[in-house]
């Protein structure tokens, strides 16, 4: 009877330590509620279409212009010619405008002398860290979506040479002190992901040394859109783009480029999703961030209550087709406990939530040790 009551005992102490871990992996997934008016967005952790495509717009520097070809008189050769072309174009931002780059060797030169009308998609041509993986599951990255007209600015100073070398110079100042204020803990993460800095400056240096009879216009759009992944367009209304507040760092597409190029913060990234979002995940890679949290794209259990078939894996070959058969992409979505304001808060966010999942982890083993030794020690009582 004694060992019975032991064995009880035992148990519930072991059974409070497993409701301790619970609660720390529960208060670990769980964000604090703010009180301020902003308390719903933290709450959802998502930001509104306007400000997701303001982020794209000014986290890149080049997109895919479109501009409509001019009428063939010939009604045969009409038919069978396009009707629009598209291709790539530098683009930078300011005070909230687009100012597209045109070289005079352009093919959009022509279209735009006779229809300034256009289109311009950013945030799938440069960087695509992912566009491999986005090419495996048949879905293309969040962009955004611009329809309007290329303006020549009223003020021809507005776009002088002299203008843009002072708007330039700024904007690679600014990039050069981001990199000098970032802490020495995420160097090794700007490293990995240093080509896409050297893009983004090779970019505004090929705007800054452009030719005198290249032209410069400003994108006067009259709609706006992010379309996700699924392909849906969600309207971004022109007043709140206007509005919205500008992302917090230009280095983020560096970081997370380097965290996707680095194994062990990819090992992280799945640790979280097991401990805040309780998926289990083969892969994992961070396909976009933002202040409040940061979107994932990770190979996920499908249907974790399926056991894969024992005779489906016994040969070599066929283990990669059953885990296919397992395992699916989705975009995953963490949202920070609180709001970030630099690459440097944004790395420390996630390096302190890797921590916490550690921490978490240990206490389930250490209860579950500890427990096993029990077990094992009533048994031989009762033996």
Not at 6 to 11: D, G
Not at 113 to 131: C, E, F, Q, R, Y
Not at 144 to 167: I, N, W, Y
Not at 255 to 279: D, H, P, T, W, Y
Request: charged letters at 25%.
């Amino acid at each position: 009877m004694s060992t019975v009551r032991l064995l009880s005992n035992k148990c519930k102490q072991h059974s409070s330590i497993h409701q301790q871990c619970r609660s720390f992996a529960r208060q670990a997934r769980t964000s604090k509620k703010s009180g301020d008016q902003s308390s719903k967005k933290r709450k959802s952790g998502l930001l509104n279409m306007a400000e997701r495509c303001k982020d794209l717009l000014h986290l890149n520097w080049r997109g895919q212009l479109t501009t409509i070809r001019p009428r063939l008189a010939d009604k045969k050769e009409r038919e069978k010619a396009e009707k629009t072309l598209g291709d790539f174009a530098n683009y930078i931002m300011f005070n909230g405008d687009m100012i597209v780059h045109i070289p005079e060797e352009s093919k959009h030169c022509p279209n735009l002398l006779l229809n300034n009308h256009a289109s311009m998609i950013v945030g799938h041509t440069d960087p695509a860290p992912l566009m491999k993986v986005f090419q495996q599951i048949g879905q293309r990255p969040p962009h955004a979506l611009l329809v309007g007209r290329l303006m020549v600015p009223e003020k021809a100073d507005m776009l002088s040479a002299e203008f843009l070398k002072v708007l330039i110079e700024k904007d690679l100042t600014d990039l050069q002190e981001a990199v000098n204020q970032s802490s020495t803990s995420i160097r090794p993460i700007l490293e990995s992901g240093s080509h896409i800095l050297r893009s983004h400056v090779q970019t505004l240096t090929s705007i800054l040394e452009s030719k005198k009879d290249d032209t410069f216009y400003r994108l006067d759009a009259s709609s706006c859109y992010y379309v996700d992944m699924s392909g849906v367009k969600h309207l971004a209304e022109p007043e709140r783009l206007q509005q919205a507040k500008i992302s917090f760092s230009p280095l983020l597409q560096v970081v997370i480029e380097g965290i996707n190029r680095n194994q062990s913060r990819r090992m992280g990234l799945k640790l979280i999703c097991a401990c805040f979002l309780r998926v289990k995940v083969k892969e994992a890679f961070v396909s976009s961030g933002d202040r409040l949290g940061l979107n994932i794209l990770a190979r996920v259990l499908s249907d974790p209550d399926r056991p894969v078939s024992v005779s489906s894996i016994r040969k070599k070959e066929d283990s990669e087709k059953a885990a296919n058969e397992v395992f699916e992409w989705k975009d995953l979505r963490l949202s920070f406990k609180t709001e970030v304001n630099d690459v440097n808060e944004f790395c420390a966010m996630l390096s302190q939530m890797e921590k916490e999942c550690i921490n978490a982890l240990n206490c389930a083993r250490e209860g579950m040790s500890h427990l096993s030794t029990s077990l094992k020690m009533c048994e031989k009582q009762v033996a």
